[in-house]
């Protein structure tokens, strides 16, 4: 596994989440600019997967989106972003998730939020009239004893 740091794997993060944005975002040039911060990030050829960890913070500046958790992987293959760990995503309007575990397919356009066993992922939306409701699916566990 190659490991690389800062500046050098930015650019490459860059063009990997430009499907994020969407086609009206796209208009401006600051739109579609994610950040991501990380104690270290790698990228390995072979699996074609993108990895950044400790303390990462991926900030979404075109959606108003700010997320952290302890690490991010993007699955380039599988077009598949997983953040891990703490996570917490908090966007501009007051909408918020908390779980462990976050899985956004890209090509699908839909997310799956997953707690630590035995606890629950918690989610606050603000919804105006005539907004659609956000695409986002809750695992939950079973304790048993």
């Not at 976050?102 to 629950?120: C, D, H, K, N, W």
Request: negative net charge.
């Amino acid at each position: 596994m190659r490991r690389t740091g800062g500046f050098c794997l930015a650019l490459p993060l860059l063009a990997i989440f430009w499907p994020l944005v969407s086609a009206q975002a796209q208009q401006t040039a600051d739109a579609g600019v994610i950040t991501i911060e990380s104690d270290l990030q790698s990228a390995d050829n072979g699996t074609g997967v993108i990895t950044a960890s400790g303390n990462v913070r991926l900030v979404h500046a075109g959606r108003g989106l700010v997320a952290t958790s302890k690490q991010a992987q993007y699955f380039t293959e599988e077009d598949r972003i997983v953040l891990s760990g703490d996570v917490d995503v908090i966007q501009a309007d007051g909408n918020q998730l908390r779980a462990d575990r976050f899985t956004y397919l890209l090509e699908e356009g839909r997310a799956i939020a997953s707690p630590v066993p035995g606890q629950q992922v918690f989610s606050q939306w603000s919804l105006t009239p005539g907004q659609p409701v956000p695409d986002v699916q809750t695992e939950t566990t079973t304790v048993t004893r």
